[in-house]
């Protein structure tokens, strides 16, 4: 189906791609706890946005200058651990009456998750070396292929989000009253963005 070898499996593997837990998926419930629907929806936009970038920079053949240049990956592995870590300090520091880590203003929220999303080394090894595989190279139709992946990346992250955004909505409407457990939650949460920047230092 334009030129890609199995269009189901390729769904598939999107759909469980997004739903491994990772930075994307934290970016997505800390915005829509900062900022609502609108702050989650930004975010969503802006994982789009960097999965987009990512995927037309494969295609343009960084994926195979990576590969033969070892020190590029591993530059862009301890930036993207070094940013994730540096966000997670700055929420595990944030004291009450502080300014959030992520601002509620849609327009950063969807520059924070752009960012996530491109400094993320999982995306980035997805688009390098599980992408191409669903690529038909006998029936392959140049640019249409392509763009038919990435409006089904597209298409499908945003109804990824859009349901992570109105869940973890659902549940920040009845954890407003307790500041406590709101406090605790962006304590974790920085906790974990440590953690994916430690993770990702070590993997290679």
Partial sequence: MFGIADYGAFVAAIVLFLAIPGPGNLALITSTSKGGVGGGLAATLGVIAGDQ???????????????????????????????LAWLGFRMLRAQPGDAPVLNIRPRQY???????????????????????????????????????????????????????????????????ANPLITRVLEKLAGVFLIGFGVKLVLSK
């Fill in 53 to 83: 970038v990512l995927m037309w920079l494969a295609v343009a053949g960084v994926a195979a200058l990576l590969a033969a240049w070892p020190p590029a990956f591993q530059a862009v592995q301890w930036l993207g651990a070094g940013y």
């Fill in 110 to 176: 969807f520059q924070q998750a752009a960012a996530i999303t491109l400094l993320n080394p999982k995306a980035i090894v997805f688009y390098m070396a599980f992408f191409p595989l669903f690529v038909d190279p006998a029936q392959h139709q140049g640019l249409l292929t392509f763009g038919v992946m990435a409006a089904t990346i597209a298409a499908l992250t945003f109804a990824y989000g859009l349901i992570v955004v109105l869940l973890t909505h659902y549940l920040a409407e009845r954890l407003r």
